[in-house]
């Protein structure tokens, strides 16, 4: 288990890995960062939340993080990032993400696509206590290219 509620097969499960046969197995580093960001963002969240929290994407390979058309610098990489999303509707992700915001110490937080009022998914990603940036963005799509604004 990487965490009370996250177990190893849900942090590293992927559609597009399993489909294309992509190995996408974190070493020994890359599992410590997922549990650093489990115990520091995930667990804190999901005792708000008050309910399970759907993961999107937690570690990427870099040849899945290819696959997929991911940032060549993407924290998923490292296992520093995490996805998530509303699909149980015990908050929305509007609602997570400005919790996380208010409430927790985190790297970045992206608020991915949607709305004004809701995002499609929330991106955040936790390096160390020092190195953390709380830097909040909005990703939107111009000339079907995506593009981010510090919020």
């Given amino acids: 288990m990487i965490s009370k509620h996250i177990s190893d097969k849900e942090g590293v499960y992927s559609n597009t890995a ?7 197995t974190p070493n020994d580093e890359q599992l410590d960062n997922m549990g650093l960001i489990a115990e520091k963002v995930f667990e804190p969240l999901r005792e708000w939340v008050g309910g399970p929290i759907k993961i999107n ?6 040849e899945l993080n290819t696959a997929i058309g991911g940032s060549a610098t993407s924290q998923h990489c490292k296992g520093q990032a995490i996805d998530i999303d509303d699909t149980f509707g015990k908050a929305t992700n509007a609602e997570m993400y400005y ?5 927790l110490d985190f790297d970045q937080m992206i608020w991915e ?8 998914w929330v991106h955040v990603s936790y390096v160390s206590p020092e190195k ?5 963005l909005k990703a939107y799509k111009e000339n079907k290219k995506t593009k981010y604004k510090v919020i």
Avoid at 57 to 62: A, D, G, K, L, V
Avoid at 132 to 136: E, F, L, M
Wanted: net charge positive; charged share 35%.
């Fill in 18 to 24: 399993t489909r294309r046969g992509i190995d996408n």
């Fill in 113 to 120: 696509f949607g709305d004004d009022d809701n995002p499609n």
């Fill in 132 to 136: 953390n940036r709380n830097r909040c």
């Fill in 57 to 62: 994407s937690f570690y990427r390979s870099p």
């Fill in 99 to 103: 919790w996380i915001k208010k409430n």
